[in-house]
């Protein structure tokens, strides 16, 4: 609904009434500022000063009663809701485009409690990352969640996409670790998943809201797994003749149920972007390695694993570079590494078996430096999520110079991505492993699903019959 004059000023009367006057922001700067999250295409439309679809208000509960009241409110007047946390997502799930309130939820930032005999996590949606990681490494444990955005993201923006950390090989993804949530559905009522995630009371709701970025309703409080500190970290980085014969180790070292915490294996031009010389020059494909836990353990876990490695052709280059990419792994998603406009970039990650990783790899790679070779377009990729039976692309694609005109920067973001995609799609890979749908890949959702999309979308439409939450994310549409 479209709302003007009186009915707006009633609007917003009534979500003062919820949130507090001073929680409920007009001012066009901050709402020009937070309508937007990472994704590629929002940040070039701002830039070339077109106009970019604003929020009513952006709107900020500090409670799980205040965002029911604010769902019912919106829920009312058929506003639509998009639920944001620290704005790091790629993928346009945090963006208004269709209006409506902008529900950001920074300052549901508590902690409510750590059980520290069974080692769960309770805590409110919109802490930060790095403050929660920091706090729980000061009792010696830690939320084994180390994904790249680990500055700007939040706990509950963890759960939306089902994001990966860098030690996803081991601990998990956020999805893997979280035991429930409570949510707040788009008609103000407040429900729990089942205190534990396994169990044989019927299907799990769980899983029906991780990973729907925002479209089901607002996580407003989190229990998750934490893990003691480990007493021992110990690094190894092998450098291999080959693509194929890096993926060949960790494809053996996964089958043989070895599961280190980190392993990384950069292609020639990943190598060149994200690994910095540490006393010998990097070049051509490089593994980075990390197991952790006692040190016993740790020493004999390494050992088998430079067994693997030098058996598949790997050279081993020692401890220092694994250390210094250990210490600096987040500088490589900051300011002046981090890719941005006006580079025009995509992360065209997907997952994958082994038995097709090699064949996606190299069809991707083919595609964009040959078909958009007069663009000077380069692709590079690491792999960094393992699994027993495959493991996760992060590839990208850069184009220095792109097209001036915003519509043709747009279309050809566009196609890039829709071929990408469909090079996934056919090779058996997913559309997405960690980063999520939202806008920029949810017309292709169907397409990924086939008819079972049908049943996404009944699901979508009992729950929220009204369509107001973060409409146009995961193809959904609004209706």
Known sequence: MNLTGYALEMFRSELESAVGVEHVIGQEAIRKELAVDCYWLTHMWKEKNRDIQLPYFVVRPATTEQTSKVMRICNTYKVPVVPRGGGSGTQGGAAAMYGGILLELT?????????????????????????????????????????????????????????????STKYGKAEDM???????????KIINTLSLPNHACGPGLLQLFVGSEGTLGVITKVSIRLDPLPETRLFRMFKFPSVNAGLEAGREIMIK?????????????????????????LEGVNMVLMVDGFKELAEVHMSKLIDICTSNDGIDLGHEPGVYWWEHRYDFYKPPLQPAYPLLYGTVES????????????????LVEQKYKRWNATYMAHFSHWYPWGTMIYDRFYIENPPEDAEEAFRLHNQIWEECSRVNMKNGALLNEHHGIGFKLGWLMREQYGDA????????????????MNPGKLGFGIW
């Open 107 to 167: 300052r549901m930032n508590q902690v409510i409690g750590i059980d520290e005999e069974s080692l769960i996590l309770t805590a409110q949606p919109g802490i930060n990352g790095r403050v929660l990681e920091n706090m729980l490494n000061e009792k010696g444990l830690m939320l084994a969640h180390y994904p790249s955005s680990v500055d700007m993201a939040t706990l509950g923006g963890y759960l939306a996409a089902r994001g990966s950390g860098v030690m």
């Open 178 to 188: 979280v035991l429930s949530v409570e949510m707040v559905l788009p008609d103000g």
């Open 257 to 281: 149920r070895l599961n280190p915490a980190v392993m990384r294996l950069y292609d020639p031009g990943s190598t060149k972007k994200s690994l910095k010389d540490t006393g010998q020059p």
């Open 351 to 366: 997952i994958t078996t082994y038995a097709n990783i090699k064949k996606l790899y190299e069809e991707k790679k083919q």
């Open 453 to 468: 999309f049908d049943v996404l979308l009944d699901i979508k439409k009992a729950i929220d019959p009204k369509g107001i």
